[in-house]
């Protein structure tokens, strides 16, 4: 079964302070991750994409990577802002029927 | 270009209803995709629409229905609502050629089954 779990599940971190969310994922056959970003009720902005190819994409203050071989992720934040609250989520999608498999998300929460 | 757009913002519906949520794609997008997002809970896929057919669906029963127009707008119908039906519902918009690597997705519909 395709799958996709992101750890942590919530964090809390302090405004300036860098941090790392994980996903995992047994989806087959890959064809691309994504990275969106979630404000509470509000639809997911994609924040990086990447193909097989790629190992690592930035986006400003975002930075992902990727292992393939591993089926490992990670979205690094750098110098977190109060703005950088909100719910990443992970998304794999299956090759051949663009299949989108999403992962539950990490909480982020940022404190002044 | 106002990007992916939905309405209503919320609604709230009593068990047994029924209900239509709307969707406007990304101007050149031809694709719409309709996701059931529970609190707390990541996306889930319920079906999409090019060409005006039902291309794909999710594990959704059939009271969930929909309808996309020559316009590429899309329709979300939900019949015989249930109190699990809450939630926040998500239309995304691509073009056939690249679903997957261009989902742009709307702010959502909330909706409350009491």
């Known amino acids: 079964k395709n799958q996709v779990e992101q750890s942590p599940q919530s964090l809390i971190i302090l405004e300036g302070k860098n941090c790392t969310l994980q996903?995992?994922?047994?989806?087959?056959?890959?064809?691309?991750l994504r990275w969106y970003k979630q404000d509470t009720g509000r639809g997911p902005v994609s924040l990086t994409i990447?193909?097989?190819?790629?190992n690592t994409k930035s986006n400003g203050r975002y930075t992902a990577t990727l292992d393939a071989d591993t089926k490992q992720s990670s979205l690094h934040i750098t110098a977190s802002q109060l703005s950088d609250s909100a719910s990443y989520i992970c998304?794999?999608?299956?090759?051949?029927?663009?299949?989108?498999?999403f992962g539950t998300g990490t909480r982020l929460t940022i404190i002044p | 270009d106002a990007g992916v757009t939905q309405s209503p913002t919320h609604l709230i519906k009593t068990r047994g209803q029924q209900v239509t949520l709307r969707c406007s794609p990304k101007?050149?997008?031809?694709?719409v995709s309709w996701y059931q997002q529970a609190l707390g809970q990541g996306p889930q896929f319920i079906f999409q629409?090019?060409?005006?057919?039902?291309?794909q669906r999710g594990n959704f029963p059939d009271r969930f229905s929909g309808h996309q127009f020559p316009n590429y707008s899309s329709e979300l119908n939900v019949n015989a609502l249930l109190l699990g039906d809450s939630a926040l519902y998500l239309c995304?918009?691509?073009?056939?050629?690249?679903?997957?690597?261009?989902?742009?997705f709307g702010p959502g519909t909330r909706l409350t089954v009491t």
């Open positions: 995304a918009s691509s073009h056939r050629t690249s679903v997957s690597y261009e989902q742009y």
């Open positions: 629409y090019y060409e005006e057919e039902e291309r």
């Open positions: 996903c995992n994922y047994t989806v087959s056959p890959f064809s691309n």
């Open positions: 998304v794999v999608t299956v090759f051949g029927n663009e299949k989108l498999t």
């Open positions: 101007s050149g997008h031809d694709t």
């Open positions: 990447m193909t097989f190819s790629e």
